[in-house]
């Protein structure tokens, strides 16, 4: 497990990175990206559904609330990113791939 300092350094470039990707996607996205409090929030404009982006220092990880389900991403020294232990994804990834299942939208690309 990474040390806290290092965890709150990379989580907050990590976010940071992803909401601006979010920022350039949104437009054509039909969602809107809200950041409070180091909280990340997307929310879709039919009002029916929310993605919730937490860093959760005590356990290292970077949490999703999304689709009615809690994704928690740890740390990979190899790739130098968050990642899905399940499946691999980074972060980017797996929200581009929760935005186009949410959105119905395969076109949703959320590029660095």
């Given at each position: ?9 990379e ?39 929310k ?6 220092t005590?356990?290292r ?37 929760l ?14």
């Amino acid at each position: 497990m990474i040390d806290e300092t290092t965890f709150r350094n990379e989580s907050d470039k990590a976010l940071e990175a992803l909401k601006q990707t979010l920022f350039r996607a949104e437009e054509d996205g039909g969602f809107e990206t809200d950041e409070k409090n180091g909280v990340l929030n997307v929310l879709f404009e039919d009002g029916a559904a929310k993605f919730v982006f937490t860093p959760n220092t005590p356990v290292r990880q970077v949490w999703i609330s999304a689709l009615s389900t809690s994704y928690k991403l740890e740390w990979n020294e190899a790739t130098h990113a968050f990642t899905l232990p399940k499946t691999g994804e980074d972060l980017r990834t797996l929200t581009e791939r929760l935005l186009r299942e949410q959105l119905d939208n395969p076109s949703i690309t959320l590029t660095a």
